[in-house]
């Protein structure tokens, strides 16, 4: 099992890896996303027109297995620069972490820290990020869909330094499996000052 990160060419080299993977593990809780390879060209453009994006690729010989994505904040959309710009937190300060997609087999094998710890690095090296942030879905406890006995991924992202900021949340839109059409979905952040 390697990792790496990758910039440039070498990101977009690996859209449609990433595309895959997003569409297989967010398909369960708590994004339950209904993934299709048209949204994926939609929502990782932002990756391919970002001068400073990048992703920590995660594999297993030729096989791409993991991902996680970051850029600079103000690279991103509207509905994730505006919570920040709505409390006076300079878009270009804040490195924003997009996905961590990690196929199950190789859970548990330390993977997650080197995606924490590769986005980190990278947002170091910019110069000038203050912060570095990511989101996740806000789902009721009495979702028809959440397995028995799921828990959130609350306590690992405490401890890599997280905390949630409850004045930082947005909404973002994706078709839910169990849906006709796409829906507007809670998004609450998670920020750790950078040092």
């Known amino acids: ?17 990433l595309a895959r993977l997003r569409i297989t593990v967010f398909r369960d809780y708590p994004y339950l996303y ?6 994926e060209a939609e929502y990782l453009r932002t990756y391919t027109a970002a001068r400073q994006a990048m992703a920590v690729i995660a594999r297993d010989g030729d096989t791409v297995v993991g991902a996680s994505t970051g850029l600079p904040l103000a690279s991103e959309g509207e509905a994730f620069r505006q919570p920040f710009e709505a409390l006076g937190i300079d878009p270009e300060t804040v490195f924003y ?16 820290r080197a995606f924490f710890d590769g986005r980190e ?5 910019l110069g000038g990020m203050r912060w570095i942030t990511f989101c996740g879905v806000l789902r009721p406890e009495d979702h028809a869909l959440r397995p028995a006995g799921w828990a959130p991924l609350d306590p690992v992202w405490r401890h890599f330094g997280y905390a949630p900021e409850p004045r930082l949340q947005t909404t973002y839109d994706w078709k839910d499996i169990d849906q006709a059409a796409s829906s507007a979905h809670p998004m609450q952040f998670w920020i750790k000052a950078l040092d």
């Open 97 to 112: 972490c997009g996905e961590s997609v990690l196929l199950p087999a190789w859970r548990g094998r330390g993977i997650y």
């Open 1 to 17: 099992m390697i990792t790496e990160t990758v910039t440039g060419a070498a990101l977009a080299a690996q859209i449609p890896a």
């Open 34 to 39: 209904d993934g299709s390879e048209a949204y």
């Open 121 to 125: 690095a990278f947002a170091r090296a």
